[in-house]
C-alpha cells in the first residue's frame, strides 16, 4: 500500500472518494455503499453552490490529495485535511479571501499541491501558502507583487505559481 503523495488522486486501495455539494464521500470501488460522509462546511460558510460542485465524479480528479493518512480538499471554503480511513476533518483552513469576490475567472481555489513539505494552496489574491500536513499550520506564505494567483503546481523542491493569464510564473522554494 502506497500512502505517498498523489496529485489528483481519485482513489485508494478499494475505495473513491467523490463529493456531493459540500460533502466529501467515500465509496466502496466494488458496490458504491458509502463508507463514511463528511461535511467540509466552516462556520459562516455562505449557502451559494455552485454547478461544477454538484458533479460528484469530477470534483476530487482535479481537487483531491492523498498523502498519509489523509485526503486533502480544496473548495469554495478553504483547505481541508480529512482522514482517509476514518472521515474526520482533520483540519481546515478557510481562505483569507472569499473566492466569489475574485469573480468567476479566478478559479486558483480549484487547486492544490503535496510534496514532501507539506501541502500548497492559493489563500488569497495573490497569496501562495504552505501548510504542514498533520496540523494545518502555515509554513510559509508568499504574497507576491502580481496579478492573482491562478496556479500551483510542486515540481521537485519548488512550488510554481503561475498568474492570470499565464502571464508569469513564480518559483518558490518548498
Not at 493518512?69 to 476533518?89: D, E, I, P, Y
Not at 496540523?135 to 512550488?159: F, K, N
Request: with cysteine.
Amino acid at each position: 500500500m502506497d500512502m505517498g503523495a498523489r496529485q489528483g488522486a481519485s482513489s485508494w486501495e478499494d475505495v473513491i472518494f467523490l463529493s456531493e455539494g459540500r460533502r466529501l464521500v467515500s465509496r466502496r470501488i466494488e458496490n458504491g455503499v458509502v463508507n463514511w460522509s463528511c461535511d467540509l462546511r466552516l462556520s459562516g460558510d455562505w449557502q451559494e453552490e455552485t454547478r461544477d460542485e454538484d458533479h460528484s465524479a469530477l470534483w476530487l480528479t482535479r481537487r483531491g490529495i492523498m498523502q498519509g493518512s489523509s485526503v486533502f480538499m480544496v473548495n469554495r471554503s478553504g483547505l481541508h485535511a480529512v482522514g482517509a480511513r476514518t472521515g474526520k476533518r482533520v483540519w481546515s483552513r478557510p481562505y483569507d479571501l472569499s473566492p466569489t469576490a475574485l469573480g468567476e475567472w479566478s478559479q486558483a481555489w480549484r487547486y492544490c499541491a503535496a510534496g514532501d513539505r507539506g501541502i500548497v494552496f492559493v489563500p488569497a489574491w495573490s497569496v501562495v501558502a504552505m501548510q504542514d500536513p498533520l496540523d494545518g499550520s502555515t509554513v510559509w506564505e508568499a504574497d507576491l507583487p502580481t496579478l492573482p494567483i491562478t496556479s500551483v503546481r510542486y515540481v521537485g523542491d519548488r512550488v510554481l505559481a503561475g498568474e492570470l493569464g499565464f502571464g508569469g510564473v513564480y518559483v518558490l522554494e518548498a
